[in-house]
């Protein structure tokens, strides 16, 4: 149960709004595309879609590959909807976590803060980008001619648990199609986005864990 609620805190959409010559012309500044980052998100107020994630532990190799859905609204709002191998639901929302296992019949709640979920403090938090992160450049890759840049995001804070978050994002927008979590022990979790919804209008009770009666709950009400 502990490993499964790692994956979770580990776990995690950006588009922006830079011009699509300016890609594919020439990679951007590092600090341009994070402007453009940051240009997105203050123009997003929520998202949805699907996800695929791969833990590779930095001692055993790849590992554990899951898929589900992600709802997103900002600012601190998170929800994993897990569907395969193991179907779980994870939520961050206003500082407060919980994770729900049915096969299992129980809800483990808890506090989260914005450092608990590298990809809760990049897409939903509500401070500056350049403020938490340093912004370097990481090798750029071709997209079947549409131009993809993938950045490098370093936390400021050193004690945040994580050593940097990578994006790959694709013009003209922007948009992520991949997010790379590396954390202190070596251990790489890769959050793969498929078919972005954004700003469709998402119900703050898509937040609230439902579990059914007679489901066990572990932590604060």
Known sequence: MTTRWRSIALGSAILAALPSATLVAADPEP?????GLQGWLDATRDLECRFEQTLVSGTF????????????????KMRW?????????AILSDGVASLYLPEDRQLIRGDAAWNSSPLLLLLSGDGRLADVFEARPSPAVDAGGQGTYRLRLVP????????????TLAAPEFSISEAEVLDDAGNRMLYQFRSLRRN???????FIQQPPPGTE?????
């Open 81 to 89: 909807e897990y569907t395969r191998p193991d179907p779980k639901v």
């Open 61 to 76: 190799g790849a590992g554990i590959r899951e898929l589900g859905r992600l709802y997103l609204k900002r600012p601190g």
């Open 217 to 221: 709950i572990l932590g604060p009400s």
């Open 200 to 206: 469709q209008g998402i119900s703050d009770e898509r």
């Open 31 to 35: 600090a341009l595309a994070l402007d």
């Open 156 to 167: 400021r804070d050193r004690d945040q648990g994580f050593e940097e978050v990578t994006v």
